[in-house]
């Protein structure tokens, strides 16, 4: 199972791989028969709440929610939890594990989102996601969820597979070998600040685990 596995997603990932890893997701998570890349995960998903610091009632976007393991840790402190995903697969399983979830089937990369996202929300969170794009797509669809979908004192925050800068992502990037996806886009917090600061977006980082981080975005006017 684990080499079949890992085979697959270090190919470009698609929906149709998220829809055949689906049935077997959080079962690898809790054998651990997962890449290396997912080192620290649940530490990784406790921190990201933390700095959501939500409060009761809160809405909360988790942009794709997989099987629903970060928005689980929402529903727990009392929020309205939305979650996106382009795999009717993982949705379908993060419904049956979360019912109060208000699920929808939705593509990151596709700048038409259905209408019952056309809302704001308190906070807009994901976790394992963003590695699928590259620093300019990140920072369009940054720009358009805080402009469209982010309420007034709101924040995003966006936790994956990063690295505090270049230097050392290159560092791991030798290290792993052939283990290193070249077709996903890991993220350096150096770069991602800058380049946020430039366009006007407030942007902190902490390091969680040896190549997970969780990035904090706020409009500037609002920090
Ligand atoms: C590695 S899983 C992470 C799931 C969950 N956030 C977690 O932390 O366990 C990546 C998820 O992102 C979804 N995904 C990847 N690319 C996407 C896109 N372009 N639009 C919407 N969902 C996407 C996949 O279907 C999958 O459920």
């Known amino acids: ?3 079949r596995w890992y085979k697959r997603i270090t190919m470009k990932t698609s929906r149709e791989v998220y829809n055949t ?5 959080d ?15 649940k530490d990784v998903l406790t921190e990201t709440v933390l700095l959501a610091n939500v409060q009761p009632g809160m809405s909360v ?25 382009f795999s009717v697969n993982m949705l379908a399983i993060a419904h049956e594990k979360l019912p109060f979830l208000h699920p929808v089937l939705a ?4 700048p038409a989102w259905p209408q019952t996202l056309d809302r704001r929300f308190d906070r807009i969170v994901s976790a394992y996601v963003w590695h699928e794009f ?5 920072l369009g669809l940054l720009t358009n ?11 995003v925050v966006i936790a994956d597979i990063s ?43 902490r390091q969680v685990s040896s190549c997970a981080g969780i990035f904090v975005f706020e409009a500037e006017e609002h920090k």
């Not at 890893?21 to 997701?25: G, L, R």
């Not at 969820?145 to 924040?155: E, F």
């Open 1 to 3: 199972m684990g080499g």
């Open 21 to 25: 890893w689906a049935a077997h997701y």
């Open 27 to 41: 079962q690898n998570l809790a054998t651990g028969s997962v890449p290396v890349s997912f080192d620290g995960y």
């Open 61 to 85: 976007l988790d942009l794709g929610t997989g099987t629903g393991n970060l928005a689980a840790l929402f529903e727990t402190l009392g929020c309205d939890l939305w979650g996106t995903d």
């Open 107 to 110: 593509d990151l990369h596709d």
């Open 134 to 138: 590259d620093l300019d797509e990140k």
């Open 145 to 155: 969820l805080i402009d469209r979908h982010l309420a007034s004192q709101g924040r």
């Open 163 to 205: 690295y505090p800068d270049r230097t050392s992502r290159s560092l791991a990037h030798a290290d792993w070998g052939r283990l290193w996806s070249e077709t996903e886009y890991y993220w350096a917090a150096d770069e991602t600040i800058a380049a946020c600061h430039s366009i006007g977006l407030g942007c902190s980082y």
